[in-house]
């Protein structure tokens, strides 16, 4: 079974633009959680998709969004990029993002916004 | 609040030796706790998992320590290898559809 995909692997932007990253999860996997991972502050969690729906949520400001397909794909969108949005985005799929579920995670997206 | 932090940002050990990595929880309604592996360049890796109703899991080479009574985890991974060298990170999570919350990550360093 293909693990978690993500796309594209690395971006450049500059401050002002907006990005859209892609997360194809596990076959059979409806849920999804993007995360951002950066030196300073580690893995910190972006938003969880499950049908469609945004489930959860983390601390982040509204220029993070997501979104899910039918086929529960996903993807985040940042908007109005800024200097600290630089980080390594990280998927993850889960069968239905159950308490006692794994996440298996892609091999994320490198952002650098200059 | 919610947090998730490991004792030791790094660890270097010998090929062939048993490593320990610590992780301290604070939130005591966690009931799953994920260990996951990341190297450089790469997403983390799953090693092993635990639930909040048991106090030990073995895997291949690796096993994982729950103490609900001081809220620790650890992972021990045993005739550790140079292959082992990454940065791991401890994660709990409190209910269904709620985040995973990661520790800072212990660089764990093998020379042979």
């Known amino acids: ?114 | 609040g919610e947090s998730v932090g490991l004792h030791l940002p790094t660890l270097s050990v010998q090929e062939g030796d048993n490593s320990i990595i610590n992780c301290a929880y604070s939130n005591s309604a966690s009931d799953y706790f994920i260990w996951y592996k990341q190297e450089s360049g790469k997403g983390p890796q799953f090693i092993i998992d635990i639930r909040s109703n048991m106090d030990k899991r073995q895997g291949q080479r690796v096993t994982v320590l729950l103490n609900k009574t001081v809220k620790h985890l650890s992972l021990q991974i045993a005739a550790t290898q140079p292959g082992d060298s990454a940065v791991y990170f401890c994660a709990e999570r409190g209910q269904a559809g709620t985040a995973l919350i990661f520790g800072k990550g212990t660089t764990l360093s093998v020379s042979s």
Request: with cysteine.
């Open chain 1, 1 to 114: 079974k293909a693990g978690v995909t993500q796309t594209p692997r690395y971006l450049i932007k500059t401050r002002g633009q907006q990005v859209t990253l892609s997360c194809s999860p596990i076959s059979g996997h409806r849920s999804v959680s993007w995360y951002q991972q950066t030196p300073g502050q580690g893995l910190q969690f972006l938003f969880e998709y499950f049908s469609e729906t945004q489930r959860n949520k983390g601390n982040f400001p509204g220029r993070f969004s997501g979104r899910q397909f039918s086929n529960s794909r996903s993807e985040m969108n940042v908007s109005t990029l800024e200097l600290g949005d630089s980080a390594l985005y990280l998927c993850a799929s889960s069968l239905a993002g159950g308490s006692w579920e794994t996440q298996y995670f892609g091999p994320g997206t490198r952002l650098l916004v200059l």
